[in-house]
């Protein structure tokens, strides 16, 4: 699918992991930079972390060496393993692929899914 689909959430005790996912559909001619946005009730939407064409990654702060992004290039899907997780992790947190590629009908266009619910308890 062209618009992502994430996966994974629920609810989990401080200290616990989770593993959400992101899917999207493979196109000809086209690549993608995947994206993770988290927000909590009240708050802005803040950027968590990411994976990009050239297969490098990148992270917030706050959640820099307790969470791996990584991608399955097969399925068109990229993974957030959430380990540590803190009652601030607690957010909806949104995937969003940025479409590449000179023949790619979707180039430079972004699509947010629907998100997933990360709820992390005391």
């Known amino acids: 699918q062209v618009q992502p689909v994430e996966s994974g959430g629920g609810s989990v005790q401080a200290g616990g992991s989770l593993r959400l996912s992101c899917a999207a559909s493979?196109?000809?001619?086209?690549?993608?930079?995947m994206n993770w946005y988290r927000q909590a009730p009240e708050k802005e939407r803040e950027f968590v972390s990411a994976v990009h064409t050239d297969g490098s990654a990148s992270y917030a702060d706050s959640v820099k060496g307790r969470f791996t992004i990584s991608q399955d290039n097969a399925k068109n899907t990229v993974y957030l393993q959430m380990n540590s997780l803190k009652p601030e992790d607690t957010a909806m947190y949104y995937c969003k692929i940025d479409w590449h590629g000179g023949y790619c009908r979707f180039r430079a266009m972004s699509y947010w899914g629907q998100g997933t619910r990360v709820t992390v308890s005391s």
């Open positions: 493979q196109y000809a001619y086209c690549s993608y930079d």
